[in-house]
Every structure is written in structure tokens, then in C-alpha cells.
């Protein structure tokens, strides 16, 4: 049984970030390690990354490098070719230059953004333009594409930390091609330390975060299909999305009101604007009895639409 109208101070909290109050004691208690360090070094080369305090700085870091012009163009392309894109992204370009969503002649960098842990599929064409290439790979942390290139394609890459871990902040910024990088992380020593150990802890047990992450997703899959909604993104074995993506298939009449009705649940959601489909949690730090309260709080409101 699950309590749908508690008082509102004794609501539940599914964020689409793996992060819960209870890892505040938990990260606190972790003993210090750099195995995160080792991790990055092989997965980016040596001396090509830098933690940074989140997504956006790394993003704003990496666009330093161009000498941008107020009136320069960057292209914000995405993996869905939707409109939608968040607001962290545009607002730390627009620190900077403007910004558009189709490639144009005025355009002084390409931005690609791997939506939600799905690979954008045309980056070999990209390369062709001969167009700077930044690739946002805050969703992808563990994705990667059938060329086995994701994050590498472009001059840097962007990854967050609290997508994929339980974690409140960190960010990385990639160079590739040579690209300049800050001479040290741009993070204080006491924030480093505690990326470090908690980011060491969760890739030590890699393995089993894949695991429970896939476990998850289709369990809530299953669940979810059965009231008739269907997968947005086509997910490959190399795909570990960040959230569950749902075409709507007119099964929810307004889901603008279904995004009020799960944050009155306490579940972080939204709508996919541009088209017919949401996103709700799904991640390792869930259990299949979360997965069935975020499914029953869809079943509430869908009795009372």
C-alpha cells in the first residue's frame, strides 16, 4: 500500500539524479580514494581532463578557448532533433554569443548534445564540416556509440557527475585534438576530496551500477508499457540512459498537469516539450518497490484525468 495524500512535509523524494538524503552520511563516511583518478586517466588519456565544480562550468571552461564574438553562433544540435534543451546549456553559451538549432553559415561552433544517454548518430558528418565540435556528454557517462568514439569526436567533451552517481557536485571537462585545458582542476582541494572518494567508491563497483541500471529500466519499462505508453529512444546495448523516456501515445489527456501531479508526489519529472512524450526517474538507486510507487502515482492520475 502506498500513502497517496500524506501531509506534505512527509513526501517522498525521487530525483532523476541517483543522489538521496541518505548519501549525505553515507559519501561522509567513505574513506578517501583517487581510484576515480586511475578510472578517468583510462578513459580520457592522461593529463586531457579536469574535474570541474559542474556541468555548466565545464561548458563555459571549454568556450573560453574560442574568442567568441557577442554576435558569433553557436548550434545546439540534439540526438532527437527536438527544440527542447535545457536552459543550463543556453544560458552559459549566451554568457558568451548567440545560439541557434540549425546549422547556418554564421556558425562559429558545433554543439552536441547526446540527449538523456542516447549518442547523437551523425558525428562523422559533423566531422566532415570542418565546424569546432563540443560534445555534451552530461547524460552518457557509460553510453557510448556503435564507432566506439563517443566524447572523442569533438575539441572537448562535457560529462556530469550527478547524473549517473550519488554525488551533489562535480563536473570533468575533456580536451581532445590538443586542446587547452585549465592547468588544474577548477575546484577547491576539500571539493576534490569528496568528488574523488565518492566518484572512487561508485566506479570500484561499476559492474553492478550497470547492472542494477538496466534491471531497473526494464522492470519499469514492463510496468509502464502496460498502460499503453512505448519507448521514445531506440536503446542499444552500449546505451545507459539517463531516465525513462515515454511516448505518451494519447494515453495522458494533459502532461503538463502530470508533471504538477509527480512533483506533488514528490517525484522529479517532465515533459519532452516539442513532442508527445515525459521522462520520470530511473537510475540504481531506486528499488523495484520505488519503481511501483512511481508507477501507481501515473495510475492515480489517470483514474482521476
Given amino acids: 500500500m502506498f500513502i497517496v495524500n500524506p501531509d506534505p512535509y512527509l513526501l517522498p523524494t525521487f530525483r532523476i539524479s541517483p543522489f538521496a538524503t541518505s548519501f549525505l552520511s553515507e559519501n561522509e563516511k567513505l574513506p578517501f580514494d583517487n581510484f576515480a583518478d586511475t578510472y578517468l586517466d583510462n578513459k580520457f588519456n592522461k593529463k586531457q581532463w579536469v574535474y570541474t565544480i559542474n556541468g555548466r562550468q565545464a561548458i563555459e571552461q571549454a568556450l573560453k578557448n574560442y574568442n567568441l564574438n557577442p554576435t558569433d553562433v553557436v548550434t545546439i544540435l540534439t540526438t532527437s532533433g527536438n527544440k527542447y534543451i535545457s536552459s543550463c546549456v543556453t544560458s552559459s553559451i549566451e554568457k558568451f554569443c548567440q545560439w541557434n ?65 550519488p554525488i551533489q557536485v562535480g563536473g570533468i571537462l575533456v580536451a581532445n585534438n590538443s586542446k587547452l585545458l585549465p592547468p588544474t582542476d577548477l575546484i577547491n582541494d576539500e571539493q576534490k576530496q569528496y568528488i574523488q572518494k565518492v566518484l572512487s567508491f561508485h566506479l570500484k563497483q561499476e559492474n553492478n551500477l550497470l547492472s542494477k541500471r538496466k534491471e531497473n529500466f526494464n522492470y519499469a519499462f514492463n510496468k509502464f508499457s502496460n498502460l499503453g505508453f512505448t519507448l521514445r529512444f531506440e536503446t542499444k546495448a552500449t546505451t545507459v540512459p539517463s531516465v525513462l523516456m515515454l511516448n505518451n501515445n494519447a494515453v495522458v489527456k494533459d502532461l503538463n498537469e502530470l508533471k504538477v501531479h509527480f512533483a506533488n508526489y514528490g517525484v522529479q519529472s517532465s515533459v519532452f516539450y516539442g513532442e508527445e512524450a515525459f521522462f520520470i526517474p530511473n537510475h540504481q538507486s531506486l528499488s523495484f518497490a520505488n519503481i511501483d510507487y512511481l508507477y501507481n502515482c501515473l495510475v492515480q492520475f489517470l483514474k482521476n484525468q
Avoid at 546549422?103 to 538523456?116: C, P, Q, R
Avoid at 542516447?118 to 566532415?128: D, G, I, V, W
Fill in 101 to 165: 538549432r540549425e546549422l547556418s553559415a554564421d556558425t562559429k561552433i558545433i554543439f552536441v548534445n547526446h540527449e538523456f544517454g542516447y549518442p547523437f548518430q551523425q558525428m562523422e558528418k559533423l566531422l566532415a564540416l570542418n565546424i569546432p565540435i563540443i560534445e555534451d556528454c552530461c547524460t552518457t557517462f557509460f553510453s557510448n556509440d556503435d564507432n566506439n568514439k563517443l566524447g572523442k569526436y569533438g575539441d572537448y567533451a562535457i560529462y556530469s557527475l550527478p547524473k549517473f552517481f
